[in-house]
């Protein structure tokens, strides 16, 4: 409710702003305005408001922390769309400019956090250490980095259960930010379904008791995770009910025979539409323009010569029929 108010509020806000041809505070305000639908998970006009935003801060002088939040701002929306390469290098700019303006600030520990994030969101582990051992980086101590060092570590050895572990140990400072929230949310659920899977794989036929007893997770909850995965098409397989057991079925292998049929009648089509064209009269060579124009100055050429040959019999003729003046 509190977001749609805001935008109520923002709109004749922007509607004046523009009429006045305040660049700064438009930008300002179309940074607001994608806070407030990024907030709504309206991730298409979060993305139109923060373009609006980046023009009007190109067409004047942009003081480098609203330029950082910009690129804050810009990395959250890519992450949100797992673009987790672009969100990096967004955040890495935000974080050197608040780095070279406010070292050890709090902004410039936000985005390290983020940068960290985007690294183990997209399966690139091991370049933590590297970052953290950077020279800007170095004096940038304390619980944030701490957090991201569990949750970094547990994901590389693709420990769900060291995952929670870090997840509950740092809840202080992983929980009260929303965006490392969802993305810690999405990571969860990928290390269960990635942890179901590896246990699941050796069996055809376990029981569900059993899988919750390997994973240390409730019943219920084992269940519903099953029935989520067999329906989005990540786990081939059933749940049976009367047995409380999960039937894994095999991988078919792909049937070739259908795309075949379908590439042979295609190729029958074209051969039939080929022969009535043909049949037509659609088909018939073209005739090559150049090769007549040849053609044409040949037979030119050859009646000139003839016409020629034939003046100088007329001349020779004229000639031998003058009489001899001697």
Not at 160 to 178: K, M, Q, Y
Not at 238 to 246: K, V
């Amino acid at each position: 409710y509190m977001g749609h108010q805001s935008l109520q509020t923002l709109q004749p806000l922007l509607r004046e702003v523009r009429r006045l041809d305040d660049k700064q505070l438009l930008m300002e305000v179309q940074m607001l305005e994608a806070r407030v639908h990024h907030a709504l998970l309206n991730l298409s006009k979060a993305k139109a408001a923060l373009v609006g935003s980046r023009t009007a801060a190109n067409a004047i002088y942009c003081p480098p922390l609203q330029q950082a939040q910009l690129d804050l701002l810009g990395g959250i929306l890519h992450a949100q769309e797992k673009d987790f390469k672009t969100a990096f290098s967004y955040f890495y700019e935000a974080f050197e400019t608040h780095h070279s303006l406010e070292a050890g600030g709090a902004r410039a520990r936000e985005a390290l956090s983020y940068m960290l994030l985007s690294k183990v969101m997209a399966g690139q582990v091991d370049d933590v250490t590297p970052i953290l051992a950077s020279k800007n980086v170095l004096r940038y101590t304390g619980r944030e980095v701490e957090a991201m060092k569990a949750v970094a570590a547990a994901a590389k050895a693709r420990d769900l259960h060291a995952f929670v572990a870090a997840r509950d140990e740092h809840a202080d400072v992983l929980s009260v930010d929303p965006v490392v929230t969802s993305h810690l949310a999405a990571l969860y659920d990928s290390m269960v379904e990635a942890h179901f899977l590896r246990i699941i794989e050796p069996y055809s036929h376990v029981e569900i008791a059993h899988v919750a007893t390997r994973v240390k997770l409730p019943l219920p909850d084992v269940e519903a995770k099953l029935s989520q995965m067999i329906l989005d098409k990540k786990l081939h397989g059933t749940l049976d009910q009367a047995t409380a057991c999960l039937i894994v079925y095999p991988d078919d292998p792909p049937d070739t025979c259908y795309p075949a049929a379908l590439a042979t009648v295609d190729n029958m089509s074209n051969v039939v539409d080929a022969l009535l064209g043909k049949w037509q009269g659609k088909y018939d060579p073209p005739k090559d323009e150049k090769n007549d124009e040849k053609d044409g100055k040949k037979d030119e050429k050859k009646d000139e010569k003839k016409d020629e040959k034939k003046d100088e019999k007329k001349d020779e003729k004229v000639e031998a029929a003058k009489p001899d003046k001697k």
